[in-house]
Nanobody, 118 residues
Framework: QVQLEESGGGLVQAGGSLRLSCAAS????????MGWYRQAPGKQRELVAV???????NYADSVKGRFTISRDNAKNTVYLQMNSLKPEDTAVYIC????????????WGQGTQVTVSS
C-alpha cells in the first residue's frame, strides 16, 4: 500500500523557519502532484503549495515569497521550506499525494503541527 511519512513540524517564533518533508512509499506508477494543505481551527482546509508532474508550482497568495515547494522525484519526496513565518501560519499541515495506481488516486497524510508564536 502507499503511505506518506511527514516530518518537520514544530514550534517556532515569528520570523523563523521550518522545513517540512513528505515521503511517499509503496507501489506508485507515477505521481501527478504532491503538495501541502493546512487547516487551522475554525477555518477551511486550504492549499498552501503544490507541485505538479510537469514541475509547475502553485502557492497560496498568503505564502508567496516566503514558502518554497520542491521535490526529489527519485525519492518520491516533497519539501516545503517555510521562511519568515507568521503567527497566522499556525495550522496542521497536511501532505497530499495525487498518483496513478489503479487509476488516479489521492492520499492525505496524517498532518504535522506547525505553531508560530509571536
Amino acid at each position: 500500500q502507499v503511505q506518506l511519512e511527514e516530518s518537520g513540524g514544530g514550534l517556532v517564533q515569528a520570523g523563523g523557519s521550518l522545513r517540512l518533508s513528505c515521503a511517499a512509499s509503496g507501489t506508485i506508477f507515477s505521481i501527478n502532484a504532491m503538495g501541502w494543505y493546512r487547516q487551522a481551527p475554525g477555518k477551511q482546509r486550504e492549499l498552501v503549495a503544490v507541485i505538479v508532474s510537469g514541475g509547475s508550482t502553485n502557492y497560496a497568495d498568503s505564502v508567496k515569497g516566503r514558502f518554497t515547494i520542491s521535490r526529489d522525484n527519485a525519492k518520491n519526496t516533497v519539501y516545503l521550506q517555510m521562511n519568515s513565518l507568521k503567527p497566522e501560519d499556525t495550522a496542521v499541515y497536511i501532505c497530499m499525494l495525487r498518483y496513478v495506481s489503479r487509476g488516479l488516486q489521492t492520499l492525505w497524510g496524517q498532518g504535522t503541527q506547525v505553531t508560530v508564536s509571536s
